[in-house]
């Protein structure tokens, strides 16, 4: 922040009062302006802004002191003697002399000439957003990736494009063109420009090309949530759409709503709708490389480390397990294997898929990644010393030569024996970084903050307490699932938790300090219906919630995970964490009862379940040597048989995946 002087400076400049106010929301648009045109990276700007509206407090009196000397937002959250709350929570006066303050702000009055230069910037930026490419800087919208901000811009776009050809158009004929439109971006490629303005070129002397972020995906999905929209609301209804950038929200009078809504629809009547869109039922939170990720998970959540749940934990013990075992593959009888499987596996085929597994069968990488290491064009022209010296024995081992030696011991049960289970012992690797956030997370104070995490990226309490600020009437959570869109809906989301009757006497409750009561005790509830498991045989921590009519006792599968995946057995873990299809399946049945479900969504959940035992299949989750683990996943499969046994919806998915494991184990 070495010019953070001069930025203030100038934002004395551009404010009418000369003195900037850094909870005054017009004077944060200018500042985020300023650190724009300063080339601030837009995580850098949300971060600055973010953190500019967190103030910590000793306790209330202090609270009551600093607001009397400065000027405070209700929203604005703060620390008070370590509990996070807001300002208008603390002292309900702020919030009146807010409203005082801003009474003539308000939508309604906004001048046609305002409103039609709002509509226009909010149209620019969806605009800007819809069509970037590949690399493009990001410059407006929420906290997503460029894909997900891009996907948002969809439903915006498109509802306003559809309304202008409404008539002498239908709605599903303009619906159409608008969907080609889309379609014809989201395959378009451009060639990447380099920084004297010309293309790009590869190492055959072609262009470069960059796709479009916008993807065939995020199209109909986008469009199936207009569809929602459309069928539940009514596009005939809707007066403005718009996007949650600053001219947005002032567009439809949503300023400071404080939601996760990705976009708002304000209709004839007056209502402002926040909608908070989502591909599809399941949503990832974080979902790439293990270290970037878990620090932010630690950020966004205030839980402390151990070093046991940290990156280098886990590269350190993993290089231990491999350095202290490679040496055993020298032992002759050892060796004795390792060759007659090389000379296997140079036969092609099945002979191949025996010794280095069927995912690398067509392209025989193993065998031409022994090659290469050997300095040689053919397989054929490398012994089994060679590979030995070039490979097993080299000094320095990469990635490559660790994948080899650790897969001649993955499906070789004597080999494994041999070399101290170096394949199961490095696989474990997963499990016990799971093992170890599993145990962070039984101290009750990282549990209690994890759970909130999970309340706040699942939208339970912005769905039952999204509009006690006033700014919006009602929060919606779409997902865009075939045919025509899904929402969460608050009635199923009380009854899912055995909540209603608490949050019927909370919405019906007028005194200001009974609500907050009971908002606090419907918050504990969720809480204490939440409980953290362990997924069995798989790295993964799941949270499933207990049934407020059983059987069953707890949810089947977990509404939420969080997980670690290494996919391959050398690569870096990444972290996964996320709201799951089957959590999105029972917030939209108000029930964690499957055999309840309609056909279809039973037939949803099966084909996920079913798609995620293919995925653990393809990066080699699955130790063939592990019986306790293999059974896991058999009874599994057998389950979810079970489960479709009365469905008139079947799963080919299902029946994929047990062939697929039959061939993984060897069994055909």
């Known amino acids: 922040m070495n010019n953070w002087n001069k930025i203030l400076n100038e934002l004395s400049y551009r404010v009418s009062t000369g003195i900037p106010d850094l909870t005054n929301e017009q004077h944060l648009m200018k500042l985020w302006d300023i650190l724009k045109e300063h080339k601030w990276p837009i995580d850098a700007r949300v971060e600055l802004l973010k953190n500019l509206n967190e103030l910590d407090f000793k306790d209330k009196a202090a609270l009551q002191k600093y607001a009397s000397k400065h000027k405070i937002q209700p929203d604005t959250k703060v620390t008070i003697g370590g509990q996070e709350t807001t300002a208008g929570e603390e002292l309900p006066d702020l919030k009146k002399k807010k409203d005082d303050e801003q009474g003539e702000e308000q939508t309604d009055t906004l001048s046609d000439e305002k409103r039609k230069e709002l509509t226009q910037k909010d149209i620019e930026l969806v605009e800007t957003q819809l069509f970037l490419f590949e690399g493009d800087p990001q410059d407006a919208g929420g906290l997503g990736t460029p894909q997900s901000r891009t996907g948002e811009c969809v439903t915006t776009y498109a509802g306003r494009r559809i309304k202008e050809l409404m008539p002498p158009k239908t709605y599903e004929e303009a619906r159409e ?20 303005g010309k293309p790009v070129l590869d190492k055959k002397g072609k262009p470069v090309m960059k796709k479009s972020l916008l993807t065939k995906e995020w199209v109909n999905s986008g469009l199936q949530c207009l569809d929602w929209i459309e069928e539940n609301i009514g596009l005939d209804e809707v007066e403005d759409f718009a996007w949650d950038t600053p001219e947005g929200n002032e567009l439809v009078g949503a300023k400071g709503h404080g939601t996760s809504a990705d976009m708002f629809v304000k209709t004839k009547d007056g209502k402002v709708i926040g909608i908070s869109l ?4 399941k949503v990832f939170v974080y979902n790439g490389g293990y270290d970037k990720n878990i620090k932010q998970f630690a950020k966004d959540t205030g839980i402390d480390l151990p070093e046991n749940t940290q990156k280098e934990w886990y590269d350190k013990n993993k290089d231990k397990i491999f350095g202290d075992r490679v040496g055993k593959f020298n032992d002759p009888e050892v060796k004795k294997k390792v060759c007659a499987n090389f000379e296997r596996a140079k036969k092609g085929g099945d002979d191949y898929s025996a010794v280095f597994g069927s995912r690398t069968k067509e392209n025989q990488k193993r065998l031409t990644t022994i090659a290469k290491l050997s300095g040689k064009k053919n397989i054929k022209d490398v012994s089994c010393d060679d590979m030995y010296k070039n490979v097993i024995n080299r000094k320095s081992h990469n990635t490559d030569s660790k994948t080899i030696v650790t897969s001649f011991a993955q499906y070789d049960k004597d080999i494994e024996k041999g070399t101290d289970n170096l394949y199961s012992n490095m696989r474990s690797m997963d ?16 549990a209690k903050k994890f759970k909130e995490k999970v309340s706040k990226e699942t939208h339970i309490d912005d769905i039952l307490f999204g509009t ?42 007028k005194d200001p300090d009974k609500k907050k009561a009971l908002k606090k005790k419907i918050q504990e509830k969720i809480n204490e219906n939440m409980v953290i498991t362990k997924d069995r045989g798989k790295p993964v921590i799941g949270v499933k919630i207990k049934n407020p009519t059983p059987p069953p006792e707890q949810s089947v599968s977990p509404l939420f995970t969080l997980g670690v995946r290494a996919k391959g057995i050398i690569a870096s873990p990444a972290l996964e964490m996320g709201q799951s299809l089957f959590g999105g399946l029972a917030f939209k049945n108000g029930n964690v009862d499957i055999n309840t479900w309609p056909d279809t969504d039973k037939k949803k959940y099966i084909d996920g379940e079913a798609g995620s035992i293919l995925d653990d299949i393809d990066s080699e989750q699955i130790d063939v ?12 499969l057998k389950r979810l048989e079970a489960l479709q046994r009365d469905s008139k919806s079947k799963s080919t998915k299902l029946q994929t995946a047990i062939e697929r494991l039959k061939q993984y184990l060897g069994e055909v």
Request: no cysteine; hydrophobic share 30%.
């Open 177 to 196: 063109i608008v969907k080609k439109e889309l379609l014809e971006q989201a395959n378009k490629k451009i060639p990447k420009l380099g920084d004297d």
């Open 278 to 281: 989502k591909k599809d039922f």
């Open 431 to 446: 499990v016990k970084l799971r093992d170890n956030l599993f145990d962070m997370l039984q101290e009750p104070e990282n």
């Open 468 to 509: 006690e600020e006033g700014k919006i009437d009602r929060l919606e959570v779409i997902y865009g699932e075939p045919p025509k869109g899904e929402s969460m809906k608050k009635n199923a989301l009380t009854q899912m938790f055995g909540i209603s009757d608490d949050y019927k006497a909370y919405e019906n409750e």
């Open 625 to 636: 040597n592990d019986k306790k683990q293999v059974a896991v996943y058999q009874n599994e």
